[in-house]
């Protein structure tokens, strides 16, 4: 009889601290023919063999709990079961490791705890009746190799930054392994960066992360491993692409300004383009400037007088990277070009170029912006009652050049009120009014009859004042206005003053404009005292002390003095006319009893000069200037170093002397080079700079001058007894023809171009109408220009009103230039024969012309642009676009656009 005994397993295997497990299905045994058992037979394997081959697990993780179940089949009877080495269930009951009996049918569940070592094997004996077999346990070997984890480059990124790694979860490891890190710090799930060794587990997190190079266009790398497998985590940084570039075209770093706003102007340039650009955190306006990746940038900044700082960033088309540029600009602390004295708190009392409210010490000089005023200002139409603290002053209306309004502003509280206003539309009998100006002229206090007056001046366009009107406003509550005097009353019928003053109960004039008395007006009654009789002194301004019976004014010659009783002049105080405390300008003077001290107010200097009458010394007692040296007064031309550091301009000197100066563009500061001062007022021409021999040429008259900068050594190039060849009259303008070894000057009176050998002094005729050359003749030039080639010249002929191109080598003539019409059909080229200068500027291919207006003509395109409110002397262009200009007594920087100008030097 054969018994059949199937064994039907299911291994299972639990981690020995509860965890889960796999399961593992074996497949049915193979049914074996047994031995015929006898009845009682309580085999249960078949054929009666005592052994079954053994069980293998080999997939188990150390520590884990294995357990096989089978059913018995094939016995008729119950049979002894055991397990050793491990414990079994029957049917899902308790389990044990004591012997029992298995009936068919029964299920039998066996585990075994694997070893807590790696590969190693654990075995349990089953015996089942007369048979047995080993279930054995063997665990797997130690996996210490992560799955493959890989990091991406981080690419672009900024220098010296912090770089982080994505989060990571670790597979494909059995056991704890080592972690470790170089050049670089890993934090384990959500704890603290370290770059000390570690353990890590199979299902846990890390990141990496590292400081990238402080370099540009270079990889860092921080190389981890983990058990045995090791990668990178790479960054890296950007290629150097520049945060955008920012340069300021208008106003210079350290320049000045006037005015209480003024526009900033510059450009910005970035590889990723500009996105936006803001100055002094105020969002700028751009426009295109050089293609896509530069841009022009404007913005209007309000100073406070003094030092004000401009900050300017920008960001780059990707918004990423951002430039920033700071530097500084001055707001002039105008000096009073008409004051007051205020006693009672020793100082003066002005109303400065711009209107500005200005106080100075009379201890120290120190200045004081009080207010801004608005449209105020004219010659000596303001003054001070001390007593109540009322400054008053007239400003021209805004809408109606032909109305003044008078104004007080209250040194004590700041209020302003309005007084009243005075028409001074010209309405003069036996005139044709069309052709007459009239002005605002002078506004005096008088604290006796609580009054003010104010003097009016009517000027025959063709000829000099012709009627004078004096106004009283009284300084009741309601202030009345009246004509306090007039030409023509009675007494008063040739009465033409230009200037009016006050002393103790009257007024102080003079009678005529050339040869006129000095005179008091008594306020009372109008009786007239001749102080000084047929006063001969052509003079810019006066002050009286009638204590001392004494009148100061201003000269040509300096600061004199008359004496009312003896008519005894004296010259207080002389300085050479080309000293820095010249007076070519001066607008106002006080005279100071107690400290026995002149104040005078001159507009080029921009100073107020104290002088002292017994001595005659003069010392600056305010001044707001820029730079130190020798006054710029009446720039005619000027020229620029290639480091463009240096600026050397030719100075006619106004009611000075001519000098050349050397001008430090980052200071201000001036020196005077050599001497070609001769008789003043002489015609000054063009300056030229020959920078690899340290020679600067100017011309003075009919005189080219050579002045060694380093040494001032000093010769003369050509002149009437210097020199030979062609024979010239007069010099307009000049220039250097390096490569030729020459200059090259035109003459206004002989209307003709000539050439002068710098070595032989050989004076040669290069263009003449009618004697050299062919084609337009040029009238009166009055300056010139090289072109960039060398091998034609520009010409500015004043009376023709047009711009000539010569040919150097053939003397022919060709107008190029004669209109200047805007884009809109705006006009500004002048035809009153007014064209002063010209000059190239080579980066942008433009022509600056001065005129009656100021224009610059786009030489490719023809493309004129204009502007009427400002005509400089001279001009210059940087690299970087900076419009340098040479005007009234100051070196200054222009923005063409808007208008603005800025000093750079005063």
Not at 153 to 164: F, G, I, K, P
Not at 858 to 865: H, I, S, V
Request: charged share 20%; glycine share 8%; proline share 4%.
């Amino acid at each position: 009889m054969y018994y059949r005994l199937v064994l039907v397993f299911v291994t299972a295997m639990l981690s020995a601290c509860g965890g889960g497990g796999a399961t593992y299905i074996e497949p049915e045994a193979t049914p074996v023919p047994t031995a015929t058992p006898e009845p009682d037979d309580t085999s249960a394997l078949p054929g009666g063999s005592s052994n079954l081959p053994d069980l293998e697990e080999k997939s188990t993780l150390p520590g884990q709990v294995v357990e096989k179940q089978f059913t018995v089949t094939g016995i008729d009877q119950p049979v002894s079961f055991s397990v050793s080495g491990g414990e079994y269930s029957v049917n899902g009951g308790a389990f044990t490791s004591e012997p029992a009996t298995v009936e068919e049918g029964d299920v039998v569940t066996v585990r075994v705890l694997a070893a807590s070592e790696f590969a190693t094997t654990v075995t349990a004996r089953i015996t089942s009746g007369s048979s047995s077999f080993n279930f054995n346990v063997t665990t797997v070997p130690a996996d210490t190799s992560p799955d493959e984890f890989l990091f991406s480059l981080q690419r672009d990124v900024e220098l010296a930054s912090v770089q982080t790694s994505p989060v990571v979860f670790v597979s494909g490891i059995n056991t704890p392994v080592s972690v470790s890190i170089s050049n670089g710090e890993y934090a384990l799930d959500n704890g603290e960066y370290t770059s000390s060794p570690g353990t890590i587990t199979n299902g846990q997190a890390f990141r990496i992360r590292l400081l990238s190079s402080n370099e540009f266009a270079t990889q860092t790398s921080a190389a981890i491993t983990v058990g045995d497998y090791t990668t990178t985590f790479s960054a890296l940084t950007r290629a150097n692409i520049p945060a955008p570039e920012l340069v300021v075209v208008f106003p210079r770093e350290n320049s000045m300004i006037s005015r209480p706003m003024t526009t900033v102007r510059g450009t910005a340039i970035n590889q990723k383009g500009i996105q936006s650009v803001t100055v002094n955190g105020s969002e700028a306006s751009i426009l295109p400037y050089a293609g896509l990746q530069e841009i022009e940038w404007s913005a209007d900044v309000y100073l406070s007088p003094g030092d004000n700082y401009v900050t300017i960033s920008s960001v780059d088309g990707t918004g990423e990277r951002s430039g920033v540029i700071s530097y500084k600009i001055r707001r002039e602390v105008e000096i009073p070009i008409e004051f007051s004295v205020d006693y009672d708190n020793n100082r003066v009392i002005g109303i400065g170029p711009q209107s500005s409210l200005v106080s100075v010490s009379l201890s120290d000089g120190s200045l004081e912006h009080i207010a801004q005023l608005r449209n105020a200002g004219g010659f000596d139409s303001s003054c001070l009652r001390s007593a109540t603290g009322e400054f008053y002053y007239a400003a021209m209306d805004g809408s109606n050049f032909q109305t003044y309004n008078i104004l007080s502003y209250n040194l004590n509280t700041g209020e302003s009120r309005s007084l009243g206003a005075i028409n001074i539309e010209p309405e003069i009998l036996g005139y044709d009014n069309n052709l007459i100006s009239s002005s605002f002229k002078n506004l005096v206090c008088d604290s006796k009859y609580n009054s003010l007056y104010g003097m009016v001046n009517y000027r025959d366009i063709n000829g000099g004042v012709i009627h004078t009107i004096v106004y009283r406003i009284t300084l009741e509550e309601i202030p009345v206005i009246s004509v306090f005097l007039e030409t023509g009353d009675q007494g008063f019928e040739n009465w033409i003053p230009h200037f009016m003053g006050y002393d103790s109960d009257g007024l102080v004039t003079n009678y005529g404009v050339d040869l006129g008395d000095i005179q008091h007006i008594d306020l009372n009654d109008k009786t007239v005292t001749t102080l000084i009789p047929g006063f001969d002194h052509f003079n810019f301004t006066l002050t009286t002390d009638l204590a001392s019976d004494r009148i100061f004014y201003v000269t040509a010659s300096g600061i004199e003095s008359t004496h009312i009783q003896t008519f005894q002049e004296v010259l207080l105080s002389y300085v050479p006319n080309d000293s820095p405390l010249s007076l070519p300008q001066s607008n106002d003077i006080e005279y100071i009893s107690e400290l026995d001290r002149l104040i005078v107010s001159d507009r080029e200097l921009n100073a107020l000069i104290q002088v002292n009458v017994a001595t005659g010394e003069r010392s600056i007692l305010a001044k707001d200037g820029l730079g130190e040296g020798p006054p710029i007064l009446s720039p005619n031309g000027m020229v620029m170093n290639a480091s463009e550091t240096k600026v050397y301009l030719v100075d006619s000197g106004g009611n000075a002397g001519e000098k050349i100066l050397e001008i430090d563009l980052a200071t201000g500061d001036r020196r005077k080079l050599g001497n070609i001062n001769g008789s003043y007022n002489y015609r000054v021409g063009g300056i030229a700079l020959d920078e690899s021999a340290n020679i600067v040429y100017a011309s003075v008259n009919d005189v080219i001058f050579a002045v060694d900068v380093e040494t001032e050594r000093q010769e003369i190039i050509a002149s009437s007894s210097v020199g030979t060849g062609a024979v010239y009259q007069d010099i307009s303008d000049l220039i250097l023809d390096k490569p030729n070894n020459r200059l090259l000057f035109i003459d206004g009176y002989e209307d003709a171009l000539f050439s002068v050998n710098l070595t032989t002094k050989v004076r040669s005729l290069v263009s003449k109408p009618g004697v050299r050359g062919e084609g337009e003749a040029f009238d009166n030039p009055v300056a010139l220009e090289l072109q960039s080639n060398g091998d034609k010249i520009y010409i500015a002929a004043q009376l023709a009103e047009i711009i000539v191109e010569v040919d150097l080598e053939t003397g022919n003539r060709e107008r190029v230039i004669d209109s200047c019409v805007d884009s809109t059909g705006n006009n500004y080229w002048s035809n009153f024969e007014s064209m002063q200068n010209i000059k190239l500027d080579r980066y942008n291919n433009y022509l600056y012309i001065m005129s009656d207006a100021f224009m610059r003509i786009n030489l490719a395109t023809g493309q004129c642009e204009g502007r009427n409110t400002i005509v400089p002397n001279d001009v210059v262009v940087t690299h970087n676009n900076s419009l340098l200009i040479a005007d009234w007594g100051n070196l200054g920087v222009l923005d063409f656009k808007s208008g603005a100008r800025a000093v750079i030097s005063k």
